[in-house]
Every structure is written in structure tokens, then in C-alpha cells.
């Protein structure tokens, strides 16, 4: 008599300082539900005293450890897309990758960051004014996350980025790829904030590890809704403030949970529970 073992995937994670990353869990305990025997390892290139030279060795390993897939975070989004061997439209549009397939020889980039966050903010901050908007950060996150403010019907973004080149080259990316000249890098970030409808934040700032916040609390004002990518914690500063100032607000924790989803489904072949995928991560959080 044949006994049914259930499918076996093994996945993982590369990045740095990512031992409190909610992920595993949340690809496991899907796995799980669906009958899956799912495996999803770290591989932290902090722990393991590597840095992004090490990606090619990484991603070969993988392929011969028989890995279904990998996620990708910071710092590795955009320094992983040179050792692929083909990027998914959106991947390329957005100029960075955060899932990796590996499947028959091939590594397939694609981006469900920018699905992600456009599903959470769909969800979670559905009817506010989208006119003008200001974005800290154009790294890896925060070009997905422009890529997903302009697709859901942002009309004027303004990034601001530490790396003032940076800033001026995702928005002439973003420019490329819908018309209107929609986006710019912003010069006056007081100013902006002044005549700014909502406000996102996809820096590291006000993780745990980087306490603080990407603008100045001052420089807030009610009339903002304010959206962040950092999930740990759930509470960062920047929303403290914005909250006690009765801003409409959207936590990290939706781009963390529905970016999760659609990896799941890339790397598995399986169609996941998005509820139930958000109410494990409450309850991971609660």
C-alpha cells in the first residue's frame, strides 16, 4: 500500500540582520494548512559574515541544495538581478527583485513587493486623496513601492532619498514607464510635506534596530495619511505621531503579509489563503 507524502519545499530567505523576519513563519504555517511539507531557511548575511559578493555563490548553492525559490530583502533587491536569468515585467520595470524561482536550470526574478504594498494600501487606506504624495527612500523597497503608489492612481510623487542621485534616477525610471512625468525627486522636504496629501516611509528608519524617524514629527500635520513598510515593530514612531495627530494609517505589516502571499504562490505553485496568511501574522504579533 503507497502511503501519500505530501509535496516537500524547501525555500530561504537572503539578507542582512534578518533573525526577526516574520517570514518563515508565515511561508510554513501556509505550507502547513495546505498539506505542503514546507522548509524556509535564513540565510543572513550578517550571521554568516558575507556581504552582496556573495550572492552568485549563494544562489548557486541553492540550485544544488534543490531550493524551490528564495526571497530576496535589503541589501540584495537590485545587486541579485545580475546573476538572474530572467526577470519578470514588473521585476524589470521596477529595477529590483525580492523573489527569486528556481525552477528547470532557471533563476526567474519577479517583485511582489510592489503587488504587496498596493494590496494593503487598496485595503487599508481605500478613498484618500491621492494628489500629492511624498516617499522617503528609492532603494530596492521603495522603488516597488513607487512602481505600486503610481499604478494604483498616485498623481505627483516626490522622492527623497540620502542618495540625491538615487532619487532622481528611480523617478526617471518611473517616468519611463507611465506618462505624465509623474515623478521627481524632491528638493524641500519641509515644503513638500506642507502641500502633501499622504506620506510613506520605505526606509529601514524606526526598525527596531534603527530607531527614530524619517522626518522631522514636527513636520507632520493631520490632514496627511501616512503609510510604513517596517513591520518590527508594528508600531513604528513615524505612526505613533502620525496616529496622535489623527492621520488615516496603514502599518508595514500589510506589504509584509500580501508580498508574502504572492511569493508563496511563485515559489510553491500553490494558491494561498490570504486571510488566513494576515490573521497568523496578527497573531505572530498580537
Known amino acids: 500500500m503507497s502511503i501519500h507524502t505530501p509535496k516537500s519545499i524547501v525555500a530561504g530567505l537572503i539578507g542582512a540582520g534578518i533573525q526577526a523576519s516574520r517570514t518563515p513563519a508565515m511561508h510554513e504555517r501556509e505550507g502547513a494548512a495546505q498539506g505542503l511539507r514546507y522548509v524556509y531557511q535564513l540565510i543572513d548575511l550578517e550571521v554568516l559574515g558575507l556581504d552582496n559578493n556573495a550572492l552568485p555563490d549563494l544562489l548557486s548553492?541553492?540550485?544544488?541544495?534543490?531550493?524551490?525559490?528564495?526571497?530576496?530583502?535589503?541589501?540584495?533587491?537590485?545587486?541579485?538581478?545580475?546573476?538572474l536569468d530572467e526577470l519578470s515585467d514588473q521585476a524589470r520595470g521596477i529595477g529590483a527583485v525580492n523573489t527569486v524561482v528556481l525552477k528547470d536550470g532557471k533563476r526567474i526574478g519577479h517583485n511582489t513587493d510592489c503587488s504587496g504594498f498596493a494590496e494593503g494600501f487598496r485595503r487599508g487606506l481605500n478613498g484618500v486623496a491621492v494628489q500629492q504624495v511624498v516617499q522617503m527612500g528609492a532603494g530596492g523597497a521603495g522603488s516597488a513601492v513607487?512602481?505600486?503608489?503610481?499604478?494604483?492612481?498616485?498623481?505627483?510623487?516626490?522622492?527623497?532619498?540620502?542618495?540625491?542621485?538615487?532619487?532622481?534616477?528611480?523617478?526617471?525610471?518611473?517616468?519611463?514607464?507611465?506618462?505624465?512625468?509623474?515623478?521627481?525627486?524632491?528638493?524641500?522636504?519641509?515644503?513638500?510635506l506642507t502641500?502633501?496629501?499622504?506620506?510613506?516611509?520605505?526606509?529601514?528608519?524606526?526598525?527596531?534596530?534603527?530607531?527614530?524617524?524619517?522626518?522631522?514629527?514636527?513636520?507632520?500635520?493631520?490632514?496627511?495619511?501616512?503609510?510604513?513598510?517596517?513591520?518590527?515593530?508594528?508600531?513604528?514612531?513615524?505612526?505613533?505621531?502620525?496616529?496622535?495627530?489623527?492621520?488615516?494609517?496603514?502599518?508595514?505589516?500589510?506589504?509584509?503579509?500580501?508580498?508574502?502571499?504572492?511569493?508563496?504562490?511563485?515559489?510553491?505553485?500553490?494558491?494561498?489563503?490570504?486571510?488566513?496568511?494576515?490573521?497568523?501574522?496578527?497573531?505572530?504579533?498580537?
Open 195 to 286: 502641500r502633501a496629501d499622504g506620506l510613506v516611509n520605505t526606509t529601514p528608519m524606526g526598525m527596531a534596530k534603527l530607531p527614530g524617524m524619517p522626518v522631522p514629527a514636527q513636520w507632520l500635520h493631520g490632514a496627511l495619511w501616512v503609510a510604513e513598510i517596517v513591520y518590527f515593530p508594528l508600531q513604528t514612531e513615524l505612526l505613533r505621531h502620525a496616529r496622535a495627530l489623527g492621520c488615516r494609517t496603514l502599518d508595514g505589516g500589510n506589504m509584509a503579509v500580501f508580498q508574502a502571499v504572492k511569493a508563496f504562490e511563485l515559489i510553491s505553485g500553490a494558491t494561498a489563503d490570504a486571510d488566513r496568511m494576515l490573521a497568523h501574522f496578527q497573531e505572530m504579533n498580537g
Open 146 to 192: 513607487a512602481y505600486a503608489l503610481l499604478s494604483e492612481g498616485i498623481q505627483q510623487l516626490e522622492i527623497f532619498d540620502v542618495d540625491t542621485e538615487r532619487a532622481h534616477s528611480l523617478a526617471n525610471n518611473l517616468n519611463q514607464h507611465f506618462p505624465g512625468t509623474r515623478a521627481k525627486a524632491g528638493t524641500d522636504l519641509q515644503s513638500a
Open 61 to 83: 548553492a541553492a540550485e544544488r541544495m534543490g531550493l524551490s525559490g528564495l526571497n530576496i530583502t535589503y541589501p540584495c533587491k537590485q545587486a541579485i538581478m545580475p546573476w
